[in-house]
Protein backbone atom coordinates (compact mmCIF):
# COMPACT_ATOMS: atom_id res chain seq x y z
CA UNK A 1 0.00 0.00 0.00
CA UNK A 2 1.32 3.14 -1.33
CA UNK A 3 0.72 6.66 0.26
CA UNK A 4 -0.17 9.85 -2.15
CA UNK A 5 0.66 13.17 -0.87
CA UNK A 6 -2.42 15.26 -1.94
CA UNK A 7 -1.84 18.83 -0.53
CA UNK A 8 0.71 20.73 1.54
CA UNK A 9 -1.10 23.30 2.81
CA UNK A 10 1.19 25.82 5.59
CA UNK A 11 -0.78 28.19 7.61
CA UNK A 12 -4.11 27.92 7.07
CA UNK A 13 -6.53 29.67 9.04
CA UNK A 14 -9.76 27.60 11.03
CA UNK A 15 -12.60 29.31 12.66
CA UNK A 16 -14.59 27.71 14.92
CA UNK A 17 -18.12 28.84 15.60
CA UNK A 18 -19.94 27.90 18.84
CA UNK A 19 -23.66 27.56 19.34
CA UNK A 20 -25.22 30.34 21.95
CA UNK A 21 -24.92 27.70 25.39
CA UNK A 22 -27.92 28.70 26.77
CA UNK A 23 -31.36 30.50 24.94
CA UNK A 24 -35.09 30.59 26.76
CA UNK A 25 -38.12 31.84 25.35
CA UNK A 26 -42.05 32.68 26.31
CA UNK A 27 -44.79 32.69 23.47
CA UNK A 28 -47.41 33.55 26.26
CA UNK A 29 -49.30 31.03 24.77
CA UNK A 30 -51.36 29.82 28.18
CA UNK A 31 -54.75 30.74 30.30
CA UNK A 32 -54.92 34.25 31.18
CA UNK A 33 -53.98 34.88 34.47
CA UNK A 34 -52.66 38.05 36.74
CA UNK A 35 -49.77 35.86 36.98
CA UNK A 36 -47.01 35.09 34.27
CA UNK A 37 -45.36 32.58 35.83
CA UNK A 38 -48.17 30.18 35.84
CA UNK A 39 -47.79 27.67 33.09
CA UNK A 40 -44.45 29.35 32.14
CA UNK A 41 -41.31 28.03 31.25
CA UNK A 42 -39.66 29.44 33.45
CA UNK A 43 -40.79 32.16 36.55
CA UNK A 44 -41.46 35.53 36.17
CA UNK A 45 -40.74 38.67 38.96
CA UNK A 46 -42.75 41.98 38.26
CA UNK A 47 -39.61 44.38 39.54
CA UNK A 48 -41.99 46.81 39.33
CA UNK A 49 -45.65 47.16 38.42
CA UNK A 50 -47.73 44.87 37.00
CA UNK A 51 -47.35 42.25 33.98
CA UNK A 52 -49.94 39.65 33.03
CA UNK A 53 -51.32 37.09 30.60
CA UNK A 54 -54.26 38.23 28.45
CA UNK A 55 -55.24 36.63 25.15
CA UNK A 56 -51.72 34.40 24.92
CA UNK A 57 -50.07 37.48 25.33
CA UNK A 58 -47.85 40.07 27.42
CA UNK A 59 -49.75 43.04 28.75
CA UNK A 60 -48.40 45.52 30.96
CA UNK A 61 -51.41 46.69 33.76
CA UNK A 62 -50.02 50.05 35.49
CA UNK A 63 -50.97 53.60 37.15
CA UNK A 64 -50.10 56.73 35.08
CA UNK A 65 -46.67 58.33 34.83
CA UNK A 66 -44.55 54.66 35.70
CA UNK A 67 -42.39 52.37 34.04
CA UNK A 68 -42.65 48.76 34.75
CA UNK A 69 -39.92 45.85 34.23
CA UNK A 70 -40.98 41.97 34.59
CA UNK A 71 -37.56 39.81 35.28
CA UNK A 72 -37.32 36.35 33.32
CA UNK A 73 -35.93 34.58 36.52
CA UNK A 74 -33.50 32.01 34.08
CA UNK A 75 -30.22 32.67 34.04
CA UNK A 76 -27.70 32.69 30.84
CA UNK A 77 -24.52 31.55 30.69
CA UNK A 78 -22.85 34.78 30.38
CA UNK A 79 -23.73 38.42 30.60
CA UNK A 80 -22.88 38.87 26.85
CA UNK A 81 -26.79 38.11 25.60
CA UNK A 82 -29.24 39.39 23.93
CA UNK A 83 -32.83 39.75 24.63
CA UNK A 84 -35.78 39.98 21.73
CA UNK A 85 -39.43 40.65 21.83
CA UNK A 86 -42.48 41.63 19.58
CA UNK A 87 -44.35 44.60 20.27
CA UNK A 88 -48.14 43.78 19.77
CA UNK A 89 -49.55 47.01 20.96
CA UNK A 90 -48.44 50.86 21.93
CA UNK A 91 -51.43 53.41 22.89
CA UNK A 92 -52.01 55.65 20.18
CA UNK A 93 -51.28 59.25 22.08
CA UNK A 94 -52.58 62.83 21.45
CA UNK A 95 -50.26 65.56 22.76
CA UNK A 96 -47.27 64.44 24.94
CA UNK A 97 -48.59 61.07 26.17
CA UNK A 98 -46.17 58.42 25.73
CA UNK A 99 -46.16 54.69 25.69
CA UNK A 100 -43.07 52.27 25.70
CA UNK A 101 -42.17 48.30 25.42
CA UNK A 102 -39.51 46.44 24.87
CA UNK A 103 -37.29 43.36 26.17
CA UNK A 104 -34.44 44.03 29.07
CA UNK A 105 -30.53 42.46 28.95
CA UNK A 106 -28.42 42.12 31.68
CA UNK A 107 -31.37 42.54 34.43
CA UNK A 108 -30.16 42.05 37.70
CA UNK A 109 -31.35 39.72 40.08
CA UNK A 110 -31.71 41.51 42.97
CA UNK A 111 -32.81 45.16 41.84
CA UNK A 112 -34.30 47.06 38.88
CA UNK A 113 -31.52 47.19 36.50
CA UNK A 114 -30.87 46.32 32.85
CA UNK A 115 -30.43 47.88 29.40
CA UNK A 116 -33.26 48.51 27.05
CA UNK A 117 -33.98 48.69 23.19
CA UNK A 118 -37.66 49.99 22.92
CA UNK A 119 -40.25 51.39 21.11
CA UNK A 120 -42.24 54.48 21.95
CA UNK A 121 -44.92 56.54 21.04
CA UNK A 122 -44.51 60.46 21.77
CA UNK A 123 -46.61 62.67 19.33
CA UNK A 124 -44.67 60.10 16.59
CA UNK A 125 -42.97 56.59 16.86
CA UNK A 126 -39.39 56.56 17.53
CA UNK A 127 -36.70 53.49 19.39
CA UNK A 128 -34.00 54.15 21.41
CA UNK A 129 -31.23 52.88 24.46
CA UNK A 130 -32.01 53.23 27.62
CA UNK A 131 -30.36 52.11 30.82
CA UNK A 132 -32.05 51.72 34.29
CA UNK A 133 -30.20 51.65 37.49
CA UNK A 134 -31.69 50.96 41.05
CA UNK A 135 -34.72 52.24 39.14
CA UNK A 136 -33.65 55.37 37.21
CA UNK A 137 -33.29 55.93 33.85
CA UNK A 138 -31.12 57.09 31.88
CA UNK A 139 -31.75 57.41 27.36
CA UNK A 140 -27.95 56.31 26.06
CA UNK A 141 -28.69 57.28 22.41
CA UNK A 142 -30.74 59.75 20.46
CA UNK A 143 -34.33 58.49 19.18
CA UNK A 144 -34.76 57.21 15.54
CA UNK A 145 -38.12 57.57 14.21
CA UNK A 146 -40.13 54.58 13.68
CA UNK A 147 -43.51 54.11 11.69
CA UNK A 148 -45.29 51.56 14.12
CA UNK A 149 -47.02 48.31 12.62
CA UNK A 150 -48.25 45.51 15.24
CA UNK A 151 -45.90 42.81 15.70
CA UNK A 152 -42.25 45.31 14.67
CA UNK A 153 -39.53 43.69 17.04
CA UNK A 154 -36.98 44.79 19.01
CA UNK A 155 -33.25 43.58 20.46
CA UNK A 156 -31.36 44.39 22.87
CA UNK A 157 -27.62 43.35 22.92
CA UNK A 158 -25.08 43.43 25.18
CA UNK A 159 -21.59 42.41 24.22
CA UNK A 160 -18.86 43.69 27.05
CA UNK A 161 -19.20 47.36 27.01
CA UNK A 162 -20.56 47.31 23.20
CA UNK A 163 -24.63 47.72 23.90
CA UNK A 164 -26.59 47.13 20.65
CA UNK A 165 -30.69 47.77 19.69
CA UNK A 166 -31.84 46.20 16.90
CA UNK A 167 -35.43 47.20 15.18
CA UNK A 168 -37.20 44.53 12.93
CA UNK A 169 -33.41 42.62 12.81
CA UNK A 170 -32.09 45.34 11.41
CA UNK A 171 -29.03 47.12 13.72
CA UNK A 172 -30.44 50.90 14.67
CA UNK A 173 -27.69 52.04 17.14
CA UNK A 174 -24.61 50.97 19.16
CA UNK A 175 -23.20 52.80 22.36
CA UNK A 176 -20.46 52.23 24.69
CA UNK A 177 -21.16 52.17 28.27
CA UNK A 178 -19.64 50.17 31.20
CA UNK A 179 -22.33 50.96 34.05
CA UNK A 180 -24.30 47.42 33.90
CA UNK A 181 -22.12 43.89 33.87
CA UNK A 182 -22.59 40.32 35.06
CA UNK A 183 -25.93 40.09 35.26
CA UNK A 184 -27.39 36.84 33.32
CA UNK A 185 -31.09 37.79 33.36
CA UNK A 186 -33.19 39.72 31.32
CA UNK A 187 -36.74 40.61 31.05
CA UNK A 188 -39.52 43.21 29.46
CA UNK A 189 -39.80 46.91 30.04
CA UNK A 190 -42.68 49.51 29.79
CA UNK A 191 -44.22 53.03 30.32
CA UNK A 192 -47.63 54.26 30.38
CA UNK A 193 -47.87 57.88 30.93
CA UNK A 194 -51.56 58.03 30.81
CA UNK A 195 -52.78 55.06 32.91
CA UNK A 196 -54.95 53.52 30.26
CA UNK A 197 -55.41 50.00 30.84
CA UNK A 198 -54.06 47.07 28.79
CA UNK A 199 -52.10 49.53 26.25
CA UNK A 200 -48.81 47.94 26.46
CA UNK A 201 -49.01 44.54 24.84
CA UNK A 202 -45.37 42.31 23.45
CA UNK A 203 -45.47 38.91 22.93
CA UNK A 204 -42.51 36.16 21.31
CA UNK A 205 -40.15 36.55 24.67
CA UNK A 206 -36.87 35.24 23.41
CA UNK A 207 -33.27 35.90 25.38
CA UNK A 208 -29.56 33.78 24.86
CA UNK A 209 -26.32 33.77 24.82
CA UNK A 210 -24.30 35.35 21.87
CA UNK A 211 -22.63 33.32 19.39
CA UNK A 212 -18.82 32.57 20.09
CA UNK A 213 -16.43 32.53 17.81
CA UNK A 214 -12.70 31.54 17.83
CA UNK A 215 -10.32 31.57 15.56
CA UNK A 216 -7.01 29.22 15.51
CA UNK A 217 -3.52 29.43 13.03
CA UNK A 218 -2.02 26.61 12.46
CA UNK A 219 1.81 27.57 12.18
CA UNK A 220 3.29 24.80 10.06
CA UNK A 221 2.57 22.84 7.24
CA UNK A 222 -0.28 20.43 6.69
CA UNK A 223 0.25 17.36 5.10
CA UNK A 224 -3.48 15.14 3.87
CA UNK A 225 -2.93 11.75 2.47
CA UNK A 226 -4.87 9.39 0.89
CA UNK A 227 -4.45 5.64 1.13
CA UNK A 228 -4.27 3.69 -2.24
CA UNK A 229 -5.60 0.17 -2.45
CA UNK A 230 -3.64 -2.57 -3.76
Same mark, same amino acid.
Given at each position: ???????????????? $?????????? =?? =??????????? $?????????? @??? +??????????????????????????????????????????????????????????????????????????????????????????????????????????????????????? $? @????????????????????????? @?????????????? $???????????? +???? =???
Amino acid at each position: ISNEELFNIWKIPFVE $ALEPTTTISD =NF =NRADNADMSVG $APFSWTDVDG @DWQ +IVSNQAKMVTSAGTSRAARAESDLSTDDHYAFCDVISLDTPGGGQAYNAGPAARFSALEETFYTGFLYKFNGDFSVIRKVVTGTETSLTTAISRTFVSGDDMKIQADGSTIKDFYNGVE $A @DSITDTSITGNLRTGLYGYNNTGGA @DTIIVDNFEAADLV $AVSFFQHSGPIR +IYRR =NKR
